[in-house]
């Protein structure tokens, strides 16, 4: 019987983890980072300021958002494999319990 791969169950989760860790982390920069706008009274924030700033925030989302991708396509394939893994498990599991089976009753006939 193969063993279930639970060490790559942990790493996915790690991955996963450090993914929520960075997340919350760019939760805290954003706001820091929107402080200045949203606590400034819109009269006293100049257009261009705040034009180069949402143009440097957007740059900054684009990547975030493309790693986020990567990293969902990296789970989404660690999932297909795990479920590849169990589909196998469950036949080799259902073949083992005919086999019982079958012996079972060829024990009994005798």
């Known amino acids: 019987m193969m063993p279930l791969p639970t060490a790559d169950w942990k790493t996915a989760l790690n991955q996963m983890s450090a993914s929520l860790e960075q997340s919350l982390s760019a939760l805290d920069r954003y706001q820091t980072e929107w402080a200045q706008v949203t606590e400034a009274p819109v009269v006293a924030a100049q257009p261009e300021m705040l034009l180069s700033w949402l143009e440097r925030r957007l740059a900054q989302w684009d990547e975030q958002l493309n790693a986020a991708g990567e990293l969902t396509d990296g789970v ?30 060829s024990f009994e006939a005798r």
């Open 76 to 105: 989404r394939h660690e999932l297909d494999n795990r479920e590849e893994a169990f589909s196998r498990w469950q036949e080799v599991f259902v073949r083992w319990q005919q086999s019982i089976e079958q012996k079972k009753d």
